[in-house]
């Protein structure tokens, strides 16, 4: 099972770098005002919008957006161990925090915006060499008007679970002269 699902996972990370149109970087701002978060994200999916360069750097990519919902995988390496020879506490927090950000950001109305105030994070499992690819997946628990919360999971082809993560953010209206 568990290798049917990590073939699947870089099947789909194939096809994604496939459809990609544009170089990584920052999305222009006239291509994302006035639209919601969710249209961006599925733009970034599509390879319409750019990734962002971080995501180039860590070798994670964004593979799955809905309302409510993100998910990062992400390819573990030597490149992001620890000087102890252990993957990087950040590596596993930047993709949790990508996926539960995200999350949020899809709910997002065009003038509305967010940012993160906390993210807590639980490490539960040391992700090792003969680990390929893990994926966060994230799903937002609520959406106020001034906050919204989300969590994720940290998980590999095989199901187990490596990290876990929640956040807070702050909702707020972006300043008219960057919402028009």
């Not at 049917?4 to 149109?21: F, G, I, S, V």
Request: aromatic share 4%; hydrophobic share 45%; glycine share 10%.
């Amino acid at each position: 099972m568990s290798g049917d699902r990590l073939a699947q996972w870089q099947a789909e990370e194939a096809a994604l770098r496939a459809r990609r149109t544009r170089p990584n970087g920052a999305i222009p701002p006239a291509e994302a005002l006035g639209r919601s978060g969710l249209d961006v994200l599925r733009d970034m999916l599509d390879g319409r919008l750019p990734s962002a360069p971080m995501a180039e750097a860590l070798e994670f990519l964004l593979v799955h957006v809905a309302h409510g919902e993100a998910a990062f995988q992400g390819r573990p390496g030597a490149r992001f161990l620890n000087p102890m020879g252990a993957l990087h506490g950040g590596w596993y927090a930047t993709l949790l925090d990508s996926a539960v950000g995200c999350a949020v950001h899809t709910t997002m109305p065009a003038g509305r915006a967010y940012t993160t105030l906390e993210l807590k994070m639980n490490l539960v499992r040391a992700i090792g060499a003969d680990v390929p690819l893990v994926r966060a997946e994230g799903r937002t628990i609520h959406v106020g008007r001034q906050v919204a919360t989300a969590e994720a999971r940290l998980v590999g082809a095989d199901g187990r679970l490596y990290a876990h993560a929640s956040t807070t953010c702050l909702v707020f209206d972006l300043p008219p002269r960057v919402a028009s």
